[in-house]
């Protein structure tokens, strides 16, 4: 449980994080870390901010914890969890919403 012992259900992951690339091992580094990340179900929403959708908190934790156990040597990495109606209520100051916030705010409309 989580927010004051609260439980919620459909959670947004954020995976926000900053590597070095200046050598070659850094940059294999910030690959793996990458493709690990999107392997496990997170997509790009800007550069270096990755999402996921989890049904409740015990899935969130679940990637929490994966994402914590192949977290890169050097850099910053930060996981945020916030509840879908906060995420939905995100403003876009510049550009536009990213495919994934379109396509996924549609299908979250058809399954009600």
Do not use: W
Not at 26 to 45: A, N, P, S, W
Not at 63 to 69: A, E, G, I, P, Q
């Amino acid at each position: 449980m989580d927010y004051e012992g609260k439980s919620y259900k459909n959670m947004r992951l954020m995976v926000l994080f900053d590597m070095p690339v200046e050598t070659d091992a850094q940059r294999r580094e910030y690959t793996h870390f990458r493709k690990f990340i999107m392997d496990d179900g997170f997509m790009m929403l800007q550069f270096s901010v990755y999402t996921r959708y989890c049904n409740n908190d015990s899935d969130a934790e679940k990637h929490m914890k994966r994402v914590s156990s192949y977290k890169p040597k050097y850099g910053n990495v930060r996981i945020l969890k916030v509840t879908e109606n906060q995420f939905s209520s995100m403003v876009v100051l510049s550009g536009e919403k990213s495919a994934q916030e379109i396509v996924e705010t549609v299908e979250q409309l058809t399954i009600i």
